[in-house]
């Protein structure tokens, strides 16, 4: 029962309570460290009702030295603490990283334009909170009452005095948490939706410089902007009373902590090494409250970020692996799929179906906004299903592990994107691969002659994005990614809409190549002249096969019923050329 019941916590949860241990270690060091901080005061109490009084130099000497020893184990504990925690938030990222890269990978595909890297943020926050001063000031609030429980055996007023100002305290801390939680989450909301927004607009930096749309935008980031900081100006002044608020009033407690103390000295009720005492523990008492308070910005980003990546873990769970299939042949079929974008229930394909064999190749041509590219991201695996199946050698694309499936996949999309590194890298997909794979790979697509008329040839960095190529240079390297391996299924999304003449006579030898090589390509396209290398023709129009089967048969189908989507796309590309 205890192992079901902890599957059905949030999983971050359960990776936290693998840090179990770790905290229960600093717990234990906080015990003694608090207990250590009663050092201080009885130091006082002795100094004042017994040195003064038998006014003995070794009497001081010796408490002075137990005293100092005990300062310096105290320090150790504290030091000792502070590195465990350390650890621990170690420990807690190494294990969150890999399942974190993994949910906000999967959450990518999900969300259309990419998603966000505040997931990274939110970890930091976590781990910072987890390793500041924040959560010591909660492993030591708990030993609040051993404070005042000391104070009350040295007077029961007060003891009382004591109780009274820690509920004041609480009561400051608990004010903090209500009055500035919904405007702080506000703040840190529109921060986000800032940060997101210049983004966006610096990934488009081109388009807004050349057509002139700077000041708007910057209009619109500042007008953001300062939401932002009026959100952040309005919760911290409010942050900023309380806490404010809770430090003078702790000041003030341990002053008349002092004053009272006097009083009972005068009725004969205490020592006057006792107020020293109380006024050093009141003001112990009242330190984690204080600090909570102070820290509440740190701790309300904590439990934001900590909601967030629960919402995370939760929403992509980690995915189980598959039985080990066999590598595949090819063989494609579709079945009835029923599809739509994540996250929406309005179907862009309707009941989709074809069959590829291994050695064929598939043209899908449509006009714009048929659901070509949606078929691409169907068949890939990256959008689900609402009905229907995508099979490749029977079985469905999800029963094989990524892992597994990926170096027999071979994907160039409509958008090139290359990363960081060198071209030898793009190409190699970032593996461990022999030179002579990658330059195969590039021959294999026509773009070994162009790799080395680069500055560096192979081993030329291509910057952020493939910034320092061309983006016909970009699509000629991707095609070499794409037909890197031994790949058994390659699917090319308008390959050639950055080739010149000779890049598309390579394209078109490429494909010559693969089928002959047995495997399966489909190509997406708006121009006519690859068409020829296939041996089959998918129309679509509005998410619906128009027409499907042999190319020349539904050539001949789209032109005696004045074929639209095809006549739409040669004029299209026609307009391209021109």
Known sequence: MKDASRQDQPEIKRILQGAKSGFVAVGVFSMFINLLMLVQPFYMLQVFDRVLRSRSTETLLFLSLVVLGLFILMGILQFIRSRILVRVGVSLDERLGERLFDAMFRNSLRQRGGGSPQAIDDLSNVRQFLTGPGI???????????????????????GLYGVACTLIIGGLTWANEVFTRAPLAKANEANRNSRRFAGDNLRNAEVIHAMGMEPAVRERWLSRQARTINGQAFA????????????????????????????????GQMSGGMIIACAILIGRALAPLDQITGAWRQ??????????????????????????????????????????????????????????EPGEGLGVIGPSAAGKSSLVRVILGVWPLLNGSVRLDGADIDQYNRDEIGPYIGYLPQDIELFEGTVSQNIARFGEATDEAVVAAAKLAGAHEMILQLPDGYDTAVGVGGNTLSAGQRQRIGLARA??????????????????DAGEQALTGAVERLKAQGVTVLVVTHRRSILAQMDKLLVLQQGQVAAFGAREEVLSRLQSNTAQPLRVAGNQQNKGAS
């Not at 009452?145 to 104070?151: N, S």
């Not at 309380?242 to 009725?267: D, E, H, K, P, T």
């Open 136 to 158: 010591l000031a909660l492993f030591d609030a708990p030993w609040m009452p051993v404070y005042l429980g000391v104070m009350f055996l040295f007077n029961t007023w007060l």
């Open 236 to 267: 911290s002044d409010r942050a900023g009373v309380f806490s404010n608020a809770s430090r003078v009033f702790r000041f003030m407690a341990q002053a008349f902590a002092y004053g009272i103390g006097a009083l009972l000295v005068l009725q």
């Open 299 to 356: 701790i309300q980003q904590a439990r934001e970020s900590y909601g967030r990546l629960s919402q995370l873990f939760d929403g992509f769970p980690e995915q189980p692996r598959h039985t080990s299939l066999p590598a595949p042949q090819g063989s494609l079929r579709l079945a009835n799929v029923l599809a739509a974008p994540p996250g929406t229930r309005t179907p862009v394909l309707r009941g989709v179906g074809l069959n590829v």
């Open 483 to 500: 037909l890197f391996g031994t790949p058994r299924l390659v699917i090319l999304d308008e390959p050639n809409s950055n080739l010149d």
